[in-house]
């Protein structure tokens, strides 16, 4: 196959075009990590290969920002398990200590205003998000949403970056329509009608079912890519670089 290759210190390529792909061609989508904080939704049924695309978004956002700092809430307590003692890893029971920790460091960007060129790039990862939020009290939830809407409406000029896990983002876990405010829209394998009708509505006569590991894009709502997820070549490697941001 050819490769057409990216080459910016601050650019991670996630997926390739699986229309480029079919074609014998590898042409890698590309994300811009070194700006403004990106707010990615990544969807899809379990064994889609949601967790992989995490894992290599996480990993080259690692690699290609050496001085970001990675915090990873993994409610499930499943595929994350080589980050353990690592900082900012949070598992299980202490996935909300883990989110309130994050949510102190953004509202203390907000009140200091900072030059913006010396802000240290910060990512949030959420795994299974719906099982985290639906396993609080109405009144703790009600909290919850309200901070995560309040972190996806104001992180981006911060240089915080929110990655969430979701096999069906319901609109009412995000209060006060927060939904909308995820810049990058990932469906994987075969969503659901109604997964696409929330997410991707103008295009879901366009969205048909797709093997694990291949699915669509949106940014900014527009721009539908057809996109597959390759499996890491070295999972060793792409480990090791994560922990070291998850530990910064």
Known sequence: MTAIMMNDSSIICPF????????GVIKWEKWDMGGDGLRILLS????????????????????????????????????FSYLYGA?????????????????????KRLETNDDYNSLTPLVLYIDEYPSWVIS??????????????RLLNLSRAKKIHIIVSAQKPLNELFAF??????????LLQAPSKETVNMLMPAYKDEISACQTGVGYCT????N?????????????AMRKDLLKAVNR
């Open 136 to 149: 609080f009290a109405s009144k703790e939830q009600k909290e919850i949403l309200s901070k995560m809407a």
């Open 16 to 23: 390739v075009n699986e229309k480029f792909f079919e074609a």
């Open 219 to 222: 940014v900014n709502d527009a």
């Open 224 to 236: 539908l890519t057809k996109i597959r997820v390759p499996f890491p070549r070295n999972k060793e």
């Open 177 to 186: 329509g927060a939904r909308e405010s995820f810049s990058h829209k990932v």
């Open 87 to 107: 900082k900012h890893f949070y598992s299980y029971d202490k996935t909300t200590d883990g989110f309130f920790e994050f949510y102190n460091v953004f509202e």
């Open 44 to 79: 899809g049924p379990s064994g889609s290969g949601k967790t992989t695309l995490a894992q290599s978004i996480l990993s080259k956002t690692a690699l290609h920002l050496p001085q970001c700092q990675i915090y990873v809430l993994d409610y499930k307590n499943i595929d």
